[in-house]
């Protein structure tokens, strides 16, 4: 029926949307970490 392929649309557009969301915030992550790093002093580094 349409609802049902409604529902599952939706279902499926949430899972993309929350997929994607933690491959960003897992980029963002990594991308912070390194920057906080390299902007680290030298003796800091150890």
Known sequence: SY?????ES???NGCVLV???A???MIQF???K???YRWQPNW???
């Open 3 to 7: 609802n049902q392929t409604f529902a």
């Open 10 to 12: 939706f279902w499926f």
């Open 19 to 21: 997929a994607f969301a």
């Open 23 to 25: 491959v960003f915030s």
């Open 30 to 32: 990594i991308l912070g």
């Open 34 to 36: 390194e920057r906080n």
């Open 44 to 46: 800091a580094k150890n």
